[in-house]
């Protein structure tokens, strides 16, 4: 009872972090940059006779930044414009220490747009890449982030995510009268769209591995309630409704399962439901706190938060339950475990003397590395390359999502301009 009792007083506290006017469209905030991050320049996109909406060179500049493995010209430092390789005089840039050049132009084609761009490599003096893409106006930003896609591969030999989406909560108001809505935004906070609006607490979106439906717990009937929901249609169903705790799901690699936390029989264990005939398995059986689920990416494990040691630490389970073992020595608290994508290091809440902060361990070695330098980051979700990874942390007075490099180089804040932000999530690639 004392158990259930802390679990009920920490989401009561989660919850009332919750309190703040409701998110607009959200702005990055460097905050420490990488010094090893690699020069590069991205020359404004030449537009030939049109004016898009959007600045295409911005964009591709910015997510490249936003990597943490890139470090753009400043616009003052870009000593000339070229909008193509013909143009281009390999010893200004030198010059400039840029070690590669990224130039484009923008035409019109039909109700839309043509787009061109090309990579060079300074030193090299040599095109590395290009390509020729069309856009409407309103997927601007959808080309300009597939095209810093196609060079943060190129460069790195590592797939960009720069497509994907991030989901998370905001709240507005004080308590009680405490709004809650559920967002669905690009990854870098632009084109927020409200997915769900509640006057009752919404907790723990998760994407599902096709990235067209969201699970997430909301208290909305009077007590929490697992539902899913396609984002296509708005269409959702509730799965569960059991007494007590029904939390945080967490769906399996195959997207047919989802592994969730219940105390529909007194403790909180953890399950795995199927999608479709809504049959459940009960994975734990303990006096302790089991909670926080995550499924490894070959869907054989699965790694959950247990206070069976007498304080939360990190275990992982097979699939079927069996096997379980403790993960996490380093400190008294360790908690909201995630697997990277390759399944070699896991992320997670860790308390150190500086408060509660993102941190990594590698699952060969044991090392743990603390990611953040904040003192109250927590609820880490990672990219689906695994380069990065957001948190909700505070500046200030209220909440707001960070993101820290998987090497912990660089990081920087998305604020809300008018409100808080928590509980976020990071889809899988879109496409």
Known sequence: MKKLMALAGFMMLMMASLMAQAAGDLTIEITRGNDNAIPIAVVPFRGDGVSPS???????????????????????????RPASGDNINYGD??????NYLVVGRVEASGNGYKISYELHDVSGQRRE????????????????HYIADQIFEKITGIRGAFQTRIAYVTAKGVDPNISYALYVADQDGHRPQQILSSDQPI???????????LAYVSFESGRPAIYVQQLSSGRRVQLTSFKGINGAPAWSPDGRKLAMSLSKDGNPEIYVMDV?????KQLTNSSSINTEPDWSADGRSILFTSDRSGQPQLYQMDASGSN???MTFTGNYNAGGLYGPDNKFIFMTSRTDRGFQVAKQDLSSGRVTILTNTYQDEAP???PNGTMVIYATQQGARGVLGAVSADGRASFVIPSPNGEVR??????FLN
Do not use: C, M, N, Y
């Not at 890449?129 to 300009?144: K, Y």
């Not at 479709?276 to 459940?280: P, T, V």
């Not at 509980?423 to 899988?428: A, D, F, N, Q």
């Open 423 to 428: 509980e976020p999530s990071w889809s899988p």
């Open 93 to 98: 840039w030198r010059r400039v220490r840029a």
């Open 381 to 383: 979700a990672v990219a």
């Open 324 to 326: 379980a073992k403790r």
């Open 54 to 80: 959007e600045d295409i060179g911005k964009i591709i500049a910015d997510d490249l930044e936003h990597s943490g493995q890139f470090a753009p010209l400043a616009p003052q430092d870009l000593i000339s």
């Open 276 to 280: 479709a005939s809504r049959s459940l």
């Open 129 to 144: 890449l290009g390509e020729v893409v069309t856009s409407s106006e309103d997927q601007l930003r959808s080309r300009s």
């Open 203 to 213: 907790l723990s979106p998760a994407w599902s591995p096709d990235g067209q439906k």
